[in-house]
């Protein structure tokens, strides 16, 4: 049976339960105002004889209230169905857009009009969904395209190498292993930071307490090789900054957001600045760094997956350009929200805020 039915049916149900209580109310009112029989009178003020009042009324009222519960349950069926088609009218162009997206149809958007009420609050909560989902569904597909060339270059610079050192067996065979190593290190990169990302995006991970100060100390320390090898200086700072998460991805996090600090920095005397503090309620890591201006747009685009800004200036470490698309990812795991700044003399100021509790 559809709702409409049901509906229909409910309605003609309670007119008819309110009529037939409507009816004994009155013939509830008859028996205890009208007399059971009444004396007929002539002309001359002598009774003629025993009038039986309440039977008949009854055998007119009955046929009567028949007649009415009858043409209200014909109005509460006819009635029930017309406001129930009405009231249901929403909902069957929710169902209308949900069979549109069960087709693969993203875009369209049911765009209820009318007051706010419940069918409202229901098909703009649905419109949300759609626009996440299509956002979604399309970032998947510019990741997809985007990592099969990522991964599709290195293995067609192997293959040209190869093909070159068949053709020409006199050539040099320790350089074409010395790239084909460097192009082997490249696939390799790429493909445990795809791994790390799409683990990240699982959100499968142990909470445990972690000082966010000590964490900052230990991917500092990790790269400071890294630093000097580029003249660059790293400068760390802070209190005890406790949270709540896995200390792994904030690891990870850390040290991507130190690394690309360094890698886009100056080629010479470069600083780094790594902070962390507390907060009300959350537990602040900010790294900024000095390098080349980069406009608003420049860094509204850098947290994309491949995405790596401005040329780099060191090339044995030019990334597979996921660094921010992980901290991005690990940061909305841990339920915090991450911030990034262009600094007006050159340079990045990158905040992560993540909750305490």
Known sequence: MSVRLKLTFSYAGFLMVAGTLLLAAVWVFLLRYV????????????????????????????????????????????????????????????????????????????????????????????????????AHVSEQQRFAANASHELRTPLAISKTLLD?????????TGLIIERLHTVNTRAIEATEALLLLSRAHQWSFTREPVDLSLVAEEAAETLLPLAEKHGVTIETSGEITPTRGSQPLLLQLTTNLVQNAIVHNLPDQGTVWVNTTTGPKSAVLTVENTGDVLTPHQVST????????????????????????????????????????????????????????
Do not use: C, Y
């Open 35 to 134: 007399p059971d029989r009444a004396m007929l009178i002539n002309p001359d003020d002598r009774p003629t004889g025993v009038f039986p009042i309440r039977s008949t009324l009854l055998d007119v009222f009955a046929p009567r209230a028949a007649a009415v519960l009858a043409f209200l349950l014909v109005f509460g069926l006819v009635g029930g169905w017309i406001l129930a088609g009405r009231m249901l009218a929403p909902l069957t162009r929710i169902t209308d857009a949900t069979r549109t997206a069960t087709n693969g149809s993203l875009s369209h958007r049911i765009d209820l009009p009318g007051r706010n009420d419940e069918f409202r609050e229901l098909a703009d909560a649905f419109d949300t969904m759609l626009a996440r989902l299509e």
């Open 164 to 172: 070159l050192a068949r053709a020409d067996p006199d050539q040099d």
């Open 302 to 357: 850098l947290t994309e997956p491949f995405q790596r800004g401005t040329e780099r200036l060191h090339t044995d470490h030019a990334g597979v350009g996921l660094g921010l698309a992980i901290v991005k990812t690990i940061t909305g795991a841990h339920g915090g929200t991450l911030t990034l700044t262009p600094r007006p003399d050159g340079g990045l100021h990158i905040t992560v805020e993540l909750p305490t509790d």
